[in-house]
């Protein structure tokens, strides 16, 4: 009976009467490649591709079996990167490591696929269905008890009309922002926020919803404020 590769890492399952007398060096690369599975690896992307497939090996060593994966190379458009086989189950790191200031866009499937920008890393999932397998942000919607940020938070999402009320729970110590016309609600205690823009407005809310201050922020300034309940907001 010959040995076949059909689980989510590619490892060899030897066949009944299979490897004689090597049954032992098979299963010692098995666990080479559990461990390398575990692990941190990185694929180069071919200069200016704007298509790229990792096909993960059959019983041997591959960047594209690490739990985080780096892609690296130098792109001048997006490059949409299928992960192969397209049955294969399981979560990864993903980060765009590549040059260039171009998305790499993650498929596995005709399924949904998942856009990761340059500099970025984003915690996907492959649900391994075949012809129609899709790629899933598993962080979509995390949620955590503290969040703690010890360094930039840069809020990516473009808002318009009414104010966000959908407002997480906890700290925010330190907020570096610096795009123009978001809107960030958040509750419990805030200390320093940089607005990076001329434009900024800040305007905290009681928790009740009463407007107790406006101000309009020059560039650059750096506001203090430590209140047992906020709402920021600039447009």
């Given amino acids: 009976m010959a040995s076949t590769y059909v689980n989510n890492l590619r490892l060899n399952e030897m066949g009944t009467g299979d490897a ?10 098995n666990l080479e490649l559990i461990g390398e599975a575990l692990g941190f690896g990185t694929e180069a992307i071919t200069t200016n591709a704007d298509t790229h497939t990792t096909t993960v090996a059959d019983g041997a060593s591959d960047a594209g079996r690490a739990m985080f994966l780096k892609y690296t190379g130098t792109l001048d458009s997006a490059c949409t990167i299928t992960i192969a086989p397209n049955t294969m189950k399981r979560m990864q790191f993903i980060e765009n490591g590549t040059s260039g200031s171009q998305n790499i866009i993650i498929s596995q499937g005709s399924g949904a696929n998942i856009t990761i920008p340059a500099g970025d890393t984003k915690a996907v999932y492959l649900d391994g269905a075949g ?3 899709a790629v899933v942000d598993a962080f979509a919607s995390l949620n955590v008890v503290d969040l703690k940020v010890q360094d930039d938070l840069t809020h990516r999402v473009r808002r ?9 729970t906890g700290d925010i110590q330190s907020v570096y922002l610096s795009n123009t016309r978001h809107v960030l609600g958040f509750y419990g205690e805030v200390y320093g926020i940089h607005l990076i823009d001329s434009e900024f407005c800040v305007d905290v809310v009681l928790d009740v919803g009463l407007l107790c201050g406006f101000a309009r922020i020059p560039n650059n300034n750096f ?7 906020i709402y920021a907001g600039w447009y």
Avoid at 20 to 29: E, L, R, V
Avoid at 160 to 168: A, K
């Fill in 223 to 229: 506001i203090d404020f430590a209140l047992p309940s």
């Fill in 20 to 29: 004689s007398g090597t049954w032992g060096t098979t299963t010692n690369t």
């Fill in 131 to 133: 012809s129609g397998a």
């Fill in 160 to 168: 318009s009309g009414s104010r966000n009320r959908r407002s997480p």
